[in-house]
């Protein structure tokens, strides 16, 4: 076994961040400067973070879709949110503006893990773009999790994320936490309280793909430093859920 020391401001870290009305980012995610890349060679205006622009990429061309599908708006500084948050407000108004844009700091974008999509049009909606549930959109929708992308902000699910239905709006969450939330039809909010149930000293989550066993846990932020015992050669992921605590992701072969 080895010993692995979790640092308590890593909590505002990791790709399963929580960000919302009740978790906005805060003053400690800015010790994590992400790393970001253009989502494409023709689109290098849009940024996401590496891991997440890298795995979109795959994802769009496993079904042939870089012609069909746009990237319309990735990573966003805050002074970007707030200026769209204001603009919307001029335009739109108030009841459209907090039902599709959220305020600055309350971003998913601001993390450089969501990206909103769009079917290729001559002319395209940047709050509201087109992604539909058929055709190429479909297929995009049928692999995401597989790659580690969830639809954030499903129908039926806005009294709890706080947003309306918005079909266009992927997040990165990264795999076996998609698959997980697809199966069990898991919005973010209600997969962060879900896998609390699978804590560090008890009961893990596991996960049988071919010969692989991924297993998923918990562990609360209640120590500055907080050491956990992890086998020797299995890799594992660490992510902080930007609320209270780790999300740990165990590959054992």
């Known amino acids: 076994m080895r010993t692995v020391i979790l640092d308590k401001t890593e909590v505002y870290k ?5 960000v919302n009305q009740e978790h906005p980012l805060r ?3 800015t010790y994590h400067p992400i790393r970001l890349v253009p989502v494409n060679l023709e689109q ?3 940024l996401l973070e590496a891991t997440t622009a890298t795995l979109l990429s795959q994802l769009l061309q496993s079904i042939g879709g870089n012609n069909e599908i746009i990237p319309i708006s990735g990573y966003r500084t805050r002074q970007e949110q707030e200026k769209i948050f204001n603009d919307s407000l001029l335009e739109n108004g108030s009841t459209f503006t907090k039902q599709y844009v959220a305020l600055p700091d309350q971003s998913e974008h601001q993390t450089g893990l969501a990206i909103d ?3 290729y049009s001559e002319e395209i909606d940047f709050l509201r773009p087109e992604f539909i549930y058929t055709g190429i959109c479909g297929e995009f929708r049928k692999k995401a999790a597989k790659y580690g992308f969830v639809e954030r902000y499903g129908k039926g699910k806005e009294t709890i994320t706080g947003i309306s239905h918005e ?3 992927f997040r990165y969450v990264g795999y076996p936490h998609a698959q997980i939330m697809q199966d ?3 919005c973010l909010e209600e997969y962060i309280a879900y896998i609390k149930a699978y804590p560090y000293e008890g009961k893990h989550l596991h996960i049988k793909e071919n ?3 991924i297993e998923v846990f918990y562990v609360s932020a209640d120590l500055d430093k907080m050491p956990i015992e992890l086998p020797e050669n299995d890799s594992y992921q660490v992510s ?8 740990i992701t165990l590959w054992r072969w």
Request: proline share 3%; no cysteine.
């Open 240 to 247: 902080g859920n930007n609320v209270d605590g780790f999300i």
């Open 167 to 169: 079909p266009w709006h």
């Open 117 to 119: 999509l769009g079917k």
């Open 44 to 46: 290098k205006d849009i």
């Open 27 to 29: 003053e400690h995610n």
């Open 211 to 213: 010969t692989k066993d």
């Open 14 to 18: 990791g790709h399963l961040l929580l």
């Open 184 to 186: 069990n039809r898991l």
